[in-house]
């Protein structure tokens, strides 16, 4: 829901840095590399009980993760790296739920474990709608350029990762803001669900 707006104000200092970077001997898919190793790290010290670790370490790997995409836009996107971007993407927030679970089990196993299932629901009905959006030839730039199709709903990308800086801020506030969090999650897939249903009748 927030992507469109974070795009706007994000999007100009990354491509700046971007072009900055534009020499430098590593390219996007190595950026995405990077981020990925500081997002294990943010789950393993979360689950090893240093949360605001975890929180510098995961802001590390938002951080490459936007910074990967501007490096792209700037030397030519691939295939490749739109795969990757997504894939490490969708581990690391698995991976995140997973750390609160380790942290605590007796207070954050079952909303962890509500949490995950609600990630299938919107991991799944996004990346198969994205792929009959491709077969369809539909492309939207709402989101910015991306290497496929990025349908919508009230958990993006952003809320996410507000969701997760709020819970590694105050950690006592996971099992409650998962609930809240993972319900919104079941909205957001039924939309896509129905959304899918309309448009590829």
């Not at 370490?57 to 910074?67: M, S």
């Not at 079952?110 to 799944?124: H, I, K, Q, R, V």
């Amino acid at each position: 829901m927030l992507d469109p707006l974070m795009r706007r104000l994000i999007d100009p200092p990354l491509n700046g840095l971007a072009r900055r970077l534009d020499r430098a001997p590593f390219g996007a898919d190595a950026v995405s590399l990077a981020g990925f190793g500081s997002g294990l790290a943010a789950a393993a010290t979360l689950a090893l009980g240093q949360a605001h670790l975890g929180l510098a370490l995961f802001l590390c790997n938002r951080a490459a993760d936007g910074l990967d995409g501007a490096l792209a836009r700037q030397r030519g996107a691939t295939d490749r790296g739109g795969y990757i971007d997504i894939v490490l993407d969708f581990i690391i927030y698995g991976l995140m739920a997973l750390g609160f679970a380790i942290r605590d089990p007796a207070m954050a196993a079952l909303p962890a474990a509500f949490l995950l299932a609600s990630f299938m629901g919107t991991g799944s009905s996004f990346l198969a709608y994205a792929i009959l959006a491709g077969k369809h030839g539909r492309s939207t730039a709402l989101r910015g350029a991306k290497s496929f199709y990025h349908l919508g709903g009230l958990t993006e990308g952003t809320e996410t990762i507000i969701f997760f800086l709020l819970c590694l801020a105050e950690p006592g506030w996971f099992p409650l803001l998962a609930w809240i969090f993972g319900a919104l999650c079941w909205l957001t897939t039924l939309g896509r669900v129905i959304a899918g249903w309309r448009d590829f009748s």
